[in-house]
């Protein structure tokens, strides 16, 4: 590995970078949208005996939750048979703002990614590949360690330092009972499958490198007008 690092260039990893955030952002619209997750988790959590609600109504007022996430959904939060507060609402209003900006960056750097391919693909420039593999997994390789150590401190650090200015997420089960149906275990999954999401796509880059690698015989970085 050492001796592929040298031969990349920095560019490389600029471009890197740009796939890194189309990974993520892919991977968090994907398991925003993965409701299956959740209605296995209904079972797996025990959500129906600890919130005390019956399958279909949790499932009914979650989906209206993930519907009112999408970026293109118009009118408030209204939850079909639970109350919520003033705070709580905002809460799912930053939430869906920010889910609302990985939709803009997927977006943005999808359109980049593909400009990038068709013009390392003229260039007959592969390179990027293997360097694009390595930078998508430097995010989720060093977030997983902390969120199985200790997933408790991780959520609570991830909500006060990254995104929320507030105290809004602290939800009083009394006043916005949507938390019971909410457990933090659910998020752990969710976390867990973005960067199985991210992963798989720096693996799938790092099989396209090797295996452009083995076809053409190239034992260094420029052989036959081509760049690896």
């Known amino acids: 590995m050492g001796y592929f690092m040298k031969r990349l260039k920095l560019t490389d990893f600029f471009i890197g970078i740009v796939f890194a955030l189309l990974f993520l952002s892919l991977a968090v619209i994907i398991t925003i949208n993965l409701r299956p997750l959740y209605y ?3 079972k797996a959590l025990h959500i129906e005996e600890s919130s005390g609600y019956p399958k279909q109504e949790i499932i009914d007022n979650y989906n209206a939750l993930i519907d009112y996430s999408f970026p293109f959904f118009r009118g408030g939060l209204t ?16 939430v869906k703002d920010i889910f609302s900006f990985f939709y803009i960056l997927g977006a943005l750097t999808l359109v980049l990614g593909i400009a990038i391919i068709w013009y390392k693909h003229r260039k007959k420039d592969y390179s990027y590949l293997l360097a694009s593999s390595i930078t998508a997994a430097v995010l989720p390789l060093s977030v997983l360690l902390p969120l199985t150590v200790d997933f408790d401190t991780s959520f609570v650090i991830f909500h006060k330092l990254l995104f929320f200015n507030n105290n809004d997420w602290l939800f009083n089960p009394v006043t916005d009972p949507v938390i019971n149906i909410l457990p933090e275990t659910y998020f752990l999954h969710c976390a867990l499958a973005i960067i199985l999401f991210i992963i798989l796509g720096s693996i799938i880059f790092a099989i396209q490198y090797f295996r452009i690698k083995k076809k053409f015989h190239i034992k260094y970085r420029k052989s036959s007008n081509l760049k690896i």
Do not use: A, N, V, W
């Not at 939850?79 to 930053?94: R, V, Y």
């Open 79 to 94: 939850f079909p048979t639970l109350p919520s507060s003033e705070s709580g609402l905002q809460h799912f209003k930053e």
């Open 40 to 42: 296995l988790d209904i």
